[in-house]
């Protein structure tokens, strides 16, 4: 089955304790992306890479990273996590090149940081 | 400037009867797609219709439609019978750019629709 697939679903951590967000895609998709969804606010783009070892800043990369070692998988890291990260995650992906390509998403990960 | 603005937060429609969801945009690209999702509470983002900037007709895709006015610059959503399992938040995204573009879709706040029986 073609999906995206984030883990974990739900994560509640602590100020500054490291943690990564996984993603991976079987479908073969060069663009890939993470969204944060805040109330209010709709979804936000935090980084994105058209394909591997590029990425690049989306609208609100602060206090994010991200790495593109290989094409299906997408991780986001959080270095030093604080409340103003608590939302939910959504990692997507897409092909590269084709405007009616939709972006295909994960299920989410809601995070909570105390 | 929002390049996607959905003015409807929230909307209550009685089953069966047809649903328009509104959504403008703000583009100097002439080339681009516009892009409906659906959100229900469970949490997942699923795709439901798309429209390109060149497509002359408007996109259909079952009970989906979407009202193209490309002049008005509006991509309006128009769910006809509406369900019950049609409650849900509804978001318009547009892609910018031929060839895809660097930049993923850029999403609107959203419209939250409850349908009641």
């Known amino acids: 089955e073609a999906q995206v697939t984030q883990n974990p679903r739900y994560l509640i951590t602590v100020t500054g304790k490291k943690l990564t967000v996984t993603c991976s895609q079987n479908?073969?998709?060069?663009?890939m992306s993470w969204y944060r969804q805040d109330p209010g606010l709709g979804l936000r783009q935090i980084y994105y890479?058209?394909?591997?070892?590029?990425?690049d800043k989306g609208d609100v990369p602060e206090g994010y990273k991200v790495s593109r070692k290989e094409k299906r998988n997408f991780p986001l890291i959080l270095e030093s996590p604080s409340p103003n990260q608590t939302s939910l995650y959504f990692c997507?992906?897409?092909?590269?090149?084709?405007?009616?390509?939709?972006?295909?998403f994960g299920n989410g990960t809601r995070l909570t940081v105390t | 400037a929002q390049k996607i603005t959905q003015t409807q937060p929230g909307m209550f429609v009685q089953e069966k009867e047809a649903v328009t969801l509104d959504c403008t945009y703000d583009t100097s690209d002439q080339s681009y797609g516009l892009f409906w999702y659906k959100q229900p509470s469970s949490g997942e983002m699923i795709f439901l219709i798309y429209q390109g900037s060149y497509d002359e007709q408007n996109a259909t895709e079952g009970r989906y439609s979407l009202n193209f006015q490309k002049a008005r610059k509006s991509a309006n959503l128009v769910i006809s019978a509406s369900q019950l399992g049609d409650s849900a938040m509804y978001f318009c995204a547009m892609r910018e750019g031929p060839g895809g573009g660097a930049d993923g879709l850029t999403f609107g706040k959203g419209t939250h629709l409850i349908i009641q029986p």
């Open positions: 997507a992906s897409s092909h590269q090149g084709r405007d009616n390509s939709p972006l295909h």
């Open positions: 479908m073969n998709h060069e663009y």
């Open positions: 890479s058209m394909n591997v070892e590029v990425t």
